[in-house]
């Protein structure tokens, strides 16, 4: 690959974000606001669907996860990411309606959460920051 081709793949990892979502219509709404934004955006409707995309090697620079799922929660995706070495340092923003969430955090391991509903200018800092 020519060294061109390799930056382009390398700009394309740092643009591209894994959403985690059972809600098809707030996955794709925020799929396409990152689009505009000039991010590459994967979808997943559950932590295994997560999990099986992840590990055919597209990684993103950033997870946006929700916890309520079915098939597989955030909380047990979380639980297997953590201890993956290959994926274990993609960062996670929890993206939650709960009310507790913050005293949950260390648990998770989390970088940060977005409270539901959601404040476009607060999401498109937060991504920005994981995906310079």
């Given at each position: 690959?020519?060294?061109?081709?390799?930056q382009?793949?390398?700009?394309?990892?740092?643009?591209?974000?894994?959403?985690?979502?059972?809600?098809?219509?707030?996955?794709?709404?925020?799929?396409?606001?990152?689009?505009?934004?000039?991010?590459?955006?994967?979808?997943?409707?559950?932590?295994?669907?997560?999990?099986?995309?992840l590990?055919?090697?597209?990684?993103?620079?950033?997870?946006?996860?929700?916890?309520?799922?079915?098939?597989?929660?955030?909380?047990?995706?979380?639980?297997?990411?953590?201890?993956?070495?290959?994926?274990?340092?993609?960062p996670?923003?929890?993206?939650?309606?709960?009310?507790?969430?913050?005293?949950?955090?260390?648990?998770?391991?989390?970088?940060?959460?977005?409270?539901?509903?959601?404040?476009?200018?607060?999401?498109?800092?937060?991504?920005?920051?994981?995906?310079?």
């Amino acid at each position: 690959m020519s060294r061109e081709g390799q930056q382009q793949s390398l700009d394309a990892g740092r643009r591209r974000i894994l959403i985690v979502e059972d809600d098809s219509d707030l996955r794709e709404a925020l799929a396409q606001i990152l689009s505009d934004e000039g991010y590459e955006v994967l979808g997943a409707s559950h932590g295994q669907e997560a999990l099986d995309s992840l590990r055919v090697g597209r990684r993103p620079c950033l997870i946006l996860l929700d916890l309520t799922m079915p098939v597989m929660n955030g909380w047990q995706f979380r639980d297997i990411q953590r201890h993956d070495p290959v994926i274990s340092g993609i960062p996670v923003i929890v993206l939650s309606a709960g009310q507790d969430l913050p005293a949950q955090m260390p648990v998770l391991g989390l970088q940060e959460f977005i409270r539901k509903p959601i404040r476009l200018e607060f999401l498109l800092d937060s991504v920005a920051r994981f995906c310079r």
